[in-house]
């Protein structure tokens, strides 16, 4: 194979079956059968590296093709980060050829990716690189499922790692044998079980020098600590291990749907933002409400976010608590009156418009406002939509701007006394996500005239002798309709 280092030999796949690969392939149909990853009929990617398990799986999955009446064909992304990453696709590739398996071969350049990438690892970046693509050909050769080998020592390693680096009951759960498309069908297999049918099977597979590098935390974990533990403690911890992950697991898949049935029921979706009445689930175990959350933010970013970002949130619901959580990546989590928003944040810069006499867009506010100066009989009693104003004693131009910290009005029937425009918000509930986005009208002075919708100022009220009468009305428009005007 050139200069890429390999084990084993070319494939035989006529030769005569050994009992231990009878033994292997029984286990991982049953697995499939039990944990219903593998439909009768199915298309399935196998996503293979060269690597020992996935050259594995591809044999297992091979072997199993007309028992379980399922197509194959297989993915391999050149992640060019090694000099013999060209080699290893080619390999892999000869592989394919050799079972008549169809096979698409695709490049991404990983380092390059990673430097407009620098908030994740290398590591990270190219396994979302790797997803991409193999989502990518799976749609584009319409695969039911796509094939990922990895195995029950994977899941250990896993689990130490998480444990270490501090986790929750869902990512101690490890590695999940589904994941939407997503499945994993050998992982039920240990390493030495994996090794132990290559060599049997007498097989070619490439051998990646960086899963030896103790620089990786992964490897640390298979190297160093697992065979301390092991050589110490249990010889069989890793069964045990193994073992505790599936017994979670179940606990977990419990947990996700009693969370999903409360998701369900107090949710407010949409595109940009999930909304949670989160006053019916006060008195439901913290378990589950931490879980809700979870939902709601997998909802609106795709991705889990860390534990303590869930607990903020959390504190805030059961302390009864307004405030805001910044999630990253542009998102926020509120929690206002009860109910949770997770949306993208997108705070409104401040301005001030001068208004024109007739209709004014206010693209900022998302609303059309009408000012009309004209004789007294145009005067109506005020709606939430309309105000009215002495023309003749107010000081012009008229303003429209949004929320300043410290704004403050002269409501009716305080006498002169003023009220923070704040305390008017917090009087009638308003979010705070929200409060940017109300109109405040102020006069040539900046005296606040108008806090649309909430509260009028006691200023320029009509009286009998008023001769102009300035009326004020606003209309919310659909944004997409603003490029219209």
């Known amino acids: 194979m050139g200069s890429i280092p390999t084990a084993g030999s070319d494939l035989m796949p006529d030769s005569r079956k050994d009992p231990f690969l009878s033994y292997i392939e029984s286990k991982c149909l049953y697995f499939a059968k039990e944990k219903g990853i593998l439909e009768h009929g199915e298309h399935v990617l196998c996503a293979v590296s060269g690597g020992i398990d996935s050259v594995s799986m591809l044999l297992i999955l091979y072997a199993l093709r007309s028992e379980m009446d399922i197509t194959l064909s297989c993915a391999h992304l050149d992640h060019k980060l090694r000099p013999t990453s060209h080699e290893e696709a080619m390999f892999v590739r000869k592989t394919c050829e050799e079972l008549n398996i169809p096979v698409v071969i695709g490049e991404e350049d990983v380092k390059r990716y990673d430097a407009f990438h620098p908030s994740h690892s290398l590591e990270e970046n190219a396994r979302e690189v790797r997803y991409r693509f193999l989502n990518h050909v799976a749609n584009d050769i319409k695969a039911d499922k796509i094939a990922i080998a990895h195995n029950m020592d994977d899941s250990v390693e896993t689990f130490f790692m998480r444990v270490i680096r501090g986790t929750d009951l869902k990512g101690i759960t490890s590695i999940p044998v589904r994941a939407g498309k997503i ?4 992982l039920c297999l240990s390493r030495n079980e994996i090794r132990k049918y290559v060599k049997i099977y007498n097989v070619r597979y490439v051998v990646d020098e960086s899963n030896y590098d103790i620089r990786y935390t992964r490897n640390r974990v298979r190297h160093v600590l697992l065979p301390y533990v092991q050589r110490e403690f249990d010889p069989k911890v890793k069964e045990h291990i193994y073992s505790l992950v599936n017994s979670l697991r179940e606990v977990d898949e419990y ?3 009693k969370a999903k049935e409360i998701y369900d029921r107090i949710l407010t979706r949409n595109k940009a933002y999930v909304e949670l009445d989160m006053k019916s689930v006060y008195n439901i175990e913290s378990l589950l409400i931490r879980r809700v959350i979870a939902l709601s933010l997998e909802h609106i970013r795709g991705i889990r976010i860390e534990r303590s970002k869930i ?12 405030g805001t959580v910044t999630l990253g990546a542009g998102f926020v989590a509120s929690v206002n009156y ?37 004789k007294k009989d145009i005067f109506s009693p005020e709606e939430k939509d309309i105000a009215f104003f002495d023309a003749d004693e107010m ?19 305080m006498h002169g006394s003023q009220k923070k425009v704040q305390d008017v918000f917090t ?19 900046g005296r606040i005239l108008w806090v649309y919708g909430l509260k009028r100022s006691r200023l320029f009220p009509i009286k009998e002798n008023t001769k102009k009468v300035l009326k004020l009305s606003v209309k919310t428009i659909e944004r997409r309709k603003l490029s219209f005007e």
Request: charged share 35%; net charge positive; aromatic share 8%.
């Open 255 to 257: 947990v996700e749907q």
């Open 427 to 445: 009087d009638n509930k308003i979010d705070r996500d929200k409060r940017q986005r109300i109109p405040i009208f102020v006069d040539g002075k």
């Open 338 to 374: 009860g109910k949770l928003k997770i949306s993208i944040s997108k705070p409104v810069a401040e301005f001030c418009r001068k208004l024109n006499p007739g209709r004014n867009v206010v693209e900022e506010l998302n609303c059309v406002i009408n000012m009309e100066i004209s």
């Open 183 to 186: 499945i994993r069908p050998i």
């Open 395 to 413: 000081v012009l131009p008229i303003y429209v701007r949004n929320w300043k910290k410290g704004d403050r009005i002269e409501p009716f029937g």
């Open 311 to 322: 607990d903020m949130i959390y504190d805030l619901i059961k302390g009864f608590k307004n």
